[in-house]
């Protein structure tokens, strides 16, 4: 019986290690079911473009990714999404929002938006030089925010696109 446990123990501790690589252009996994989900804390999917995170967005129950990806969430299990294109514009807000979801560029930087009117240094404080800080054309940062992006080299980026 111990050994039955300490084998359950195992392969739950090395779920919360592996990640399940799928490209959104052709997501080969999802005819498994639940079996990428049991083994595979991270869901990580390559190759997204802007028609599948609105399809994403409105839960689409027609797309199987769409829906195998929220499927996902009842396994608690973390998605990432690494965008094929790099017009920050482009990006719903929603996915902010609404979704938890970890947004990447092409070289494996992390998009962050904040909803706030002023952005603090208590907000900006984790970030570092590997994240790229998503501003709204009427945000506002503080000096010490802005001191400390400057110091930790995270790259900021205007968007056109205001406030939701």
């Known amino acids: 019986m111990d050994e039955l446990v300490e084998r359950i123990i195992s392969i739950i501790n090395q779920r919360e290690q592996n ?7 052709t997501p080969s996994h999802i005819n498994q079911g639940i079996r990428g989900f049991l083994y595979n804390k991270h869901i990580h999917l390559t190759e997204v473009d802007i028609l599948f995170l609105e ?4 839960k689409d129950d027609q797309d199987p990714l769409v829906k195998w990806l929220y499927q996902s969430y ?6 990432t999404f690494e965008l094929a294109f790099s017009n920050t514009d482009l990006i719903p807000n929603e ?9 990447l560029n092409n ?5 962050f938006r904040f909803s706030n ?11 570092t030089q590997e994240d790229i800080l998503l ?5 506002l940062v503080t000096d010490l925010a802005r001191e400390r992006l400057r110091e930790k080299k995270v790259i900021v980026v205007e968007r056109s696109s205001t406030l939701c």
Not at 19 to 25: N, V
Not at 95 to 103: A, T, W
Not at 107 to 111: L, M
């Open 107 to 111: 070289q494996g930087k992390q998009y």
């Open 117 to 127: 009117k002023v952005i603090t240094y208590q907000q900006i404080a984790m970030l």
């Open 74 to 79: 009842d396994y608690d299990c973390c998605l």
């Open 95 to 103: 996915l902010f929002n609404e979704c938890s979801v970890k947004l």
């Open 19 to 25: 990640t399940l690589f799928l490209s959104c252009h």
């Open 55 to 58: 399809r994403f967005i409105k």
């Open 135 to 139: 501003l709204a054309s009427k945000q």
